[in-house]
């Protein structure tokens, strides 16, 4: 009885004993697998994969997009210039010359807002000595006639009934004239040049220094319409230029983007120039003459893959290379093709399928786990 017992209690420990668990065909991961399941840090796999726990996936700060194959702009890019728009713009500049002297509100500042019209400082044009003695010597004998017409006229006023009318328009003709003559030789004597704007916007440049001399022509200020940017291109190809639909072009982290305005008729400097603009533009700036990228959106379509610039990277073998999320903790690097978008995105022509979760943040981090 004790026997049967104890040979019962075998079995019964046998059964509740812990069976080992096999995959069925088509589930096994392999050792790499079995590897990653583990946790421990990050590390790459003899496959060139990325294992990435999700506390250093965190830490790294990665950021991963789900792309689609669309229909996407090809893109041409060309070596651009931001230039004064002359629709809301315009140059300050002296017509005579002379030393500049400011107005009671100073010398305008940079970015200082400015209204058409308003005057911003004054030229006074310098004399000979010579020419300034003749100019003072002809407005005392022209001040002392006026003073003798005004004299003879008041004695022909107080005789006109004696006196034929005629006689006393022409003493007051006379009078007036002399009057003109000296305001103008006034004038004339320590003139200066009033310098306005012609326009509405801001002071993107200035030379004015109170004292400086300027010669006949120089420009003083530039103003400029902050919420316009113009963009001119230039365009070096034999053939014709591309119809473009619009343009961009980088502005930090983001685009700007740009009208096709038109391009010149003329060659300068061997190449064309193709305008492009933005109007009603809010806290962006691009100084007057700062050179940038233009990147040109042609009507034509093609199909292909948008991802941020920051997104690829090159292995070891210097090929051009994106990673793509293959699992919750494990990464995957994929050869790609890539051409310039814009001034953030490039274009995936092959390498990539669609639906892939791409790395777009974090992809150099990635690409340094050894």
Do not use: C
């Not at 274009?347 to 992809?363: A, F, M, N, W």
Request: charged content about 20%; proline content about 6%; overall charge neutral.
């Amino acid at each position: 009885m004790l026997k049967k017992n104890f040979i019962l209690s075998v079995v019964a420990f046998g059964l509740l004993a812990p069976l080992p668990l096999y995959a069925g065909p088509g589930h096994d991961h392999g050792d790499e697998a079995a590897v990653a399941s583990t946790g421990g840090g990050p590390k790459r796999l003899a496959t060139g994969e990325v294992f990435l726990p999700k506390p250093a996936q965190r830490q790294l700060d990665l950021r991963t997009q789900i792309v689609q194959v669309k229909p996407q702009a090809k893109v041409i890019e060309m070596n651009g210039q931001v230039a004064l728009d002359p629709q809301s713009g315009g140059v300050v500049q002296t017509s005579l010359g002379g030393f500049f002297v400011p107005s009671s509100n100073g010398v305008p500042k940079l970015g200082e807002p400015v209204t058409k019209g308003q005057i911003l400082g004054f030229i006074q044009t310098p004399q000979a000595p010579l020419e300034k003695s003749a100019q003072l010597a002809q407005l005392s004998q022209l001040k002392s006639e006026l003073a003798l017409a005004k004299q003879r006229l008041d004695r022909l006023t107080l005789l006109a009934d004696t006196v034929p009318k005629k006689e006393i328009q022409a003493t007051q003709a006379q009078v007036h004239s002399l009057g003109e003559q000296v305001s103008a030789v006034s004038g004339g004597i320590g003139s200066r040049e009033e310098l306005r704007s012609l326009s509405n916007g801001v002071v993107a440049s200035t030379a004015a220094i109170a004292g400086k001399v300027f010669s006949e022509g120089d420009v003083l200020f530039e103003i400029v319409n902050p919420k316009v940017v113009r963009i001119e291109a230039t365009w070096f190809e034999p053939n014709a230029v591309p119809q473009f639909s619009s343009a961009q072009i980088p502005a930090g982290e983001k685009t700007l983007k740009l009208n096709y305005v038109g391009a010149a008729s003329s060659v300068k400097n061997q190449s064309l120039s193709l305008v492009f603009e933005a109007r009603d533009v809010e806290s962006i700036r691009f100084p007057t003459g700062q050179l940038l990228k233009v990147y040109g959106e042609l009507v034509d379509q093609i199909d292909g893959i948008a991802i941020p610039s920051a997104a690829v990277v090159k292995n070891a073998a210097n090929q051009t290379i994106v990673w793509v999320k293959k699992e919750p903790e494990l990464f995957e690097p994929k050869v790609v093709l890539t051409e310039p978008l814009n001034g953030v995105e490039v274009l995936v022509r092959s390498g990539l399928t669609g639906d892939e979760r791409v790395v777009i943040q974090g992809s150099t981090l990635i690409n340094q786990v050894r």
